[in-house]
């Protein structure tokens, strides 16, 4: 079974950056693809940032130009960089890595920003 560990989420204000890691049990060189979702309160869940196995990009339309995913394999570990942060992006952030074996998620880790 596959583990993935989350980590970086807080409480910040608006402007400020944060760092999520999720750190996997095994190797993340086996993966079709690595993302992080969130879910705020009464919403569902969507789609902040996805990276392929090509390392092609995709981001949700909110964050275009704020958030960057990225993946050290040496590690097993993938990153979202979350730059200028707003209230709206208040969520639990969830990382989800498709291995070629199956599908897996993080716990989640709860991001708030609020001044």
């Known amino acids: 079974q596959v583990q993935l560990v989350e980590s970086g989420g807080g409480l910040v204000q608006p402007g400020e950056s944060l760092r999520l890691s999720c750190a996997a049990s095994e190797s993340i060189s086996s993966t079709y693809s690595m993302a992080w979702y969130r879910q705020a309160p009464g919403k569902q869940r969507e789609l902040a940032a996805l990276i392929s196995r090509s390392d092609t990009t995709i981001y949700g339309d909110s964050v275009k130009g704020r958030f960057t995913i990225f993946r050290d394999n040496a590690k097993n570990t993938v990153y979202l960089q979350m730059n200028s942060l707003k209230p709206e992006d208040t969520a639990v952030y969830y990382c989800?890595?498709?291995?070629?074996?199956?599908?897996?998620w993080g716990q989640g880790t709860q991001v708030t920003v609020s001044s």
């Open positions: 989800n890595i498709n291995f070629f074996r199956g599908n897996y």
